[in-house]
């Protein structure tokens, strides 16, 4: 199966080739103690948690559409239809509300809505957007880096404040604390210029994580104390302390194998989860709680997996 990313500047940040794996730590420091696929009828790709609730959201291979399948019947329920819904959606709090894009082939320009998630209903809050890559959810905000400035749209419910996330522009890492835009780019150098993708904030607001070639790295909001996690795509965050990503390789053209991994933020830890086969498992998710990592095969089933730390 060849990959299949939307053809939108924000997907396309993360088309990069993958790496050999890298050898397993000594230390289990994880058990997992259940793996269930989740059983759908249709193949559904990108699964997301949905806070507060025993569901997850999913998309199409190419982040088309956007559904939510309950875990506890397995029924699944189309959100929306449309180019780039599944692509990195923001979910409130309480988990009601889900905030997605969706992508106008012939303009090319961006539509932003708010879903309820329960009832289907959906409302569109900005129309003919400029490319953005990340939403973030802040107050009764959504907000976005547009053309090199913060956008906020009137989105959702009020909920928590959280005035400081990282996108990127150019593909370059961008940081927007209480509008303010800070361009981070701890890796490149006079001689050679380095793109980022994959990037996120952790939970308590004080790292960066993000992949650069076919590594991922933690670094402080600005940049400073560096850590190369080795290579790992898609990762994102449990808790404040741990990255779970996929290590995956190809042959140039298809995806050839790829298994699921949890790492320290120092590094350290650094664990299979996993179990070794021929099933080629991509993109994880992770729940509110960390006690559960989400992801999908290239064939399009999705699979929960129960972890606990030892």
């Known amino acids: 199966m060849k990959h299949s990313f939307p053809i939108t500047k924000a997907i396309a940040l993360c088309a ?3 790496a050999m794996l890298t050898p397993m730590a ?12 989740v059983a759908v009828a249709s193949k559904v790709y990108h699964p997301l948690f949905v806070p507060g609730s025993h569901q997850i959201l999913v998309s199409g291979e190419d982040y088309t559409g956007l559904g939510v399948i309950n875990l ?7 959100l929306i239809d449309g180019r780039a819904a599944g692509y990195r959606p923001a979910i409130t709090d309480d988990g009601e509300t889900v905030v997605c894009r969706t992508l106008n082939d012939a303009t090319m320009e961006l539509s932003l809505h708010a879903i309820n998630i329960q009832s289907g209903e ?5 129309e003919r957007l400029e490319h953005f890559n990340h939403i973030n959810l802040s107050d009764d905000q959504a907000q976005m880096g547009v053309e090199g400035e913060q956008v906020s749209r009137r989105a959702v419910k ?10 990127e522009e150019d593909l370059k890492l961008v940081v927007y604390n209480n509008g303010v835009r800070t361009v981070v780019d701890p890796l490149s150098t006079p001689e050679r210029d380095v793109n980022y993708c994959w990037s996120s904030i952790s939970p308590d607001n004080t790292h960066l994580l993000f992949v650069a070639g076919n590594d991922a790295y933690v670094s402080n909001l600005d940049g400073s104390g560096l850590v190369n996690l080795g290579a790992l795509h ?68 999705i699979y929960v997996m129960t972890i606990q730390e030892k």
């Open 26 to 37: 000594r230390a289990q420091k994880f058990e997992v103690t259940q793996v269930k696929q």
């Open 72 to 78: 506890a019947d397995n029924s699944y329920k189309s």
């Open 16 to 18: 990069l080739c993958a």
């Open 234 to 301: 898609a990762p994102v965050w449990r808790g404040n302390d741990y990255i779970v990503a996929m290590e995956d390789h190809d042959d140039g053209t298809v995806y050839t194998a790829s298994e699921i991994v949890i790492v320290g933020i120092d590094g350290s830890n650094r664990q299979q989860l996993s179990t070794t086969s021929s099933e080629i498992k991509m993109f994880p998710a992770v729940s509110a709680d960390g006690t559960q990592v989400a992801y999908h095969s290239t064939e399009g089933k």
């Open 158 to 167: 009020r909920q928590k404040a959280n005035n400081i996330f990282v996108t």
């Open 122 to 126: 959906v409302s569109t809050i900005a």
